[in-house]
């Protein structure tokens, strides 16, 4: 049985989805929640049979008195970048995440969790998924999500470092920019194909935010978008390989505009782009990754060799293939 924290929302569903192709048992722990977003939650997992669904809140009783899990994929989390309930944000991302961390180690189960590309703050430093307590020391992330995930990183570092007793396997995956189905129920922190996609086909012009940075034009800000297959074949990878464990930036290794994915999605309509410019909302101020670009090359060198999706691929397959579907779920 595998347990995935999360398993109803975008990477988490993606996640369970492959794991139940696989033939697995999956236990999925999340709330569905109420109103129009549960109901999308749960349309995330409709194709699959999975083993029941878990409140979270009945996690560590279940975990006391069940048969230990094959692994724990911890995806679950608070991952809006505009929240500011620090309290909660700790608890749901730091303190969670540690005290899975802690009882995987006891119980001798591997974990796998989300970290993000955030923790990377305005990229002054790179992006170079070094895993040790120096390099880690130096990152500044830019909001309280980043934060959360960042010191999740650096105390889970300083365990190993300390030499403390750690999980048989562990890994930190800091995903960069994911898009791809079964994102409907995340609101504004779904991807911007999801946003683009919902306005061309309104009738509107795409919009994207202006640049306040002097040399960097307007759309032209840069991410490393990475599809959401991407993802999950990097946590089945490492499923498989259980004698590699460490913080692996989960990207394309290309950083790419917005210009470019927007130019995409309607390329991906058969339409002729129609792109305009908004200023940037005021609570992103200060807070905005204008370029992002994710280095694999330790991934890579654990022996990870599944080729990245690219930009035009990846987002040609979520819109024809997903969001102009009348049954656009996994």
């Known amino acids: 049985m595998y347990l995935v924290t999360g398993g ?4 988490g569903s993606n996640l369970v989805a492959a794991l139940c192709a696989r033939g697995e048992e999956v236990l999925v722990v999340d709330w569905l929640g109420a109103g129009e977003a549960g109901r999308e939650k ?8 999975i083993a029941g669904i878990l409140p979270p809140e009945r996690l560590w009783d279940y975990l006391a008195d069940s048969p230990r ?6 995806m ?24 899975l961390f802690s009882w995987c180690a006891e119980n001798e189960v591997p974990l796998i969790y ?15 998924d070094d895993a040790s307590p120096e390099a880690l020391a130096k990152l500044r992330p830019l909001n309280l999500y980043g934060w959360s995930k960042h010191a999740t990183d650096r105390r889970i570092v300083d365990l190993v470092a300390r030499g403390r007793k750690v999980p048989p396997q562990w890994a930190g995956l800091k995903f960069f920019n994911v898009y791809g189905p079964n994102e409907f129920h995340k609101g504004r922190m779904a991807s911007v194909v999801l946003h683009k996609f919902r306005q061309i086909m309104a009738g509107n012009p795409a919009t994207l935010f202006r640049s306040d940075r002097e040399g960097i034009a307007d759309g032209e800000q840069l991410r490393d978008f990475v599809h959401v297959d991407d993802c999950v074949s990097v946590m089945l990878w490492l499923l498989e390989n259980p004698q590699v464990s460490g913080l692996f ?3 394309t290794g290309t950083a790419r505009s917005f210009l470019d ?38 991934l890579r060198s654990a022996g990870f060799n599944g080729a990245a999706t690219g930009l035009e691929e990846g987002v040609a397959r979520y819109v024809q293939q997903y969001l102009c579907q009348p049954d656009p779920y996994v």
């Open 8 to 11: 109803a929302g975008f990477i």
């Open 42 to 49: 749960w349309r995330n997992l409709a194709h699959h049979g």
């Open 69 to 74: 899990p094959r692994a724990i994929l911890h």
């Open 76 to 99: 679950g989390a608070i991952s809006e970048t505009t929240v500011t309930d620090g309290d909660l944000v700790v608890e749901n991302n730091l303190s969670l995440t540690l005290r």
């Open 114 to 128: 989300a970290s993000s590309a955030a923790t990377y703050g305005g990229g002054e430093q790179g992006f170079d």
């Open 249 to 251: 930036n989960v990207g």
């Open 261 to 298: 994915l927007t130019r995409a999605i309607y390329a991906a309509l058969d339409k002729t782009p129609d792109i305009s410019f908004v200023d940037m909302p005021v609570d992103l101020e200060g807070k905005y990754q204008y370029y992002t670009q994710a280095r694999v090359d330790r």
